[in-house]
């Protein structure tokens, strides 16, 4: 199946710095990526589309200042979260879309990165 | 917008029981998908479903699209202590746009 990585898996880091995650799709090439948020014992929640070459699209009240989005190539894109406080503290998972034999494009999700501001 | 309604919340089931879950949608979907999740991990996608009325089973999983294009569920069958987790249903409503999330299933399964 299709494999998708996040790097780092967690970090923590002080209240006003920036944290970058990479999501990356190890064996195929993915037309769009997304970026989601899960807070504890929830769901989760669609930040932003990201489609390679071209601006992030984010979902309604998200930041897009604030959680930076590059989809640099059809394997790789990064989320940054930028002058990080603690209620930024989150689940962050990242899926990568791919054509399948029926065309229909499936989500594969990476492993999320656990990020802690204090 | 759109809304997805998964039940149960929760399940405590014994090993070796049967298990089903449900999700109903406020609006039609083309895709029904059936992920897994465990603590501090993504999602992972057991089951897609394409066609309203269509069955689809994997192992011991089997899930099915709603005729009415409105719903979904998904059972197990014969459950194991490794099936414990999160259940997520998803749906979207054309190809290529987003997925909309189901509030989750917890399974514990007691040995």
């Known amino acids: 199946g299709a494999v998708v990585s996040q790097h780092p898996s967690r970090v923590i880091c002080k209240s006003g710095t920036s944290v970058k995650i990479e999501c990356r799709s190890l064996?195929?090439?993915?037309?769009?990526m997304f970026w989601y948020r899960q807070f504890p014992k929830q769901s989760l929640m669609l930040m932003a589309t990201?489609?390679?070459?071209?601006?992030?699209?984010?979902e309604q009240g998200v930041e897009k200042d604030k959680f930076l989005i590059n989809h640099a190539s059809l394997t790789l894109s990064t989320l940054t979260v930028t002058s990080a406080h603690p209620e930024d503290s989150s689940f962050y998972i990242c899926?990568?879309?791919?054509?399948?034999?029926?065309?229909?494009?499936?989500?594969?999700f990476g492993p999320g990165t656990r990020l802690t501001v204090l | 917008g759109q809304q997805l309604n998964q039940s149960p919340q929760s399940m405590f089931i014994q090993e070796g029981e049967d298990v089903s879950m449900n999700c109903t949608s406020s609006?039609?979907?083309?895709?029904w998908l059936w992920y897994k999740q465990d603590p501090g991990e993504g999602p992972v996608l057991l089951i897609a479903?394409?066609?309203?009325?269509e069955l689809t089973s994997n192992g011991r999983l089997t899930a099915q699209f709603g005729i009415t294009r409105k719903d979904s569920f998904l059972n197990i069958s014969a459950s194991i202590p490794s099936d414990v987790g999160i259940y997520f249903c998803?749906?979207?409503?054309?190809?290529?746009?987003?997925?909309?999330f189901g509030e989750g299933t917890q399974l514990t399964v007691n040995p």
């Open positions: 899926s990568a879309s791919v054509l399948s034999g029926a065309n229909y494009n499936e989500q594969f």
């Open positions: 064996d195929f090439q993915a037309t769009t």
């Open positions: 990201s489609n390679e070459g071209s601006k992030a699209t984010y």
């Open positions: 609006s039609i979907f083309n895709t």
């Open positions: 479903l394409y066609k309203a009325g």
């Open positions: 998803a749906g979207r409503e054309t190809s290529g746009s987003r997925l909309t």
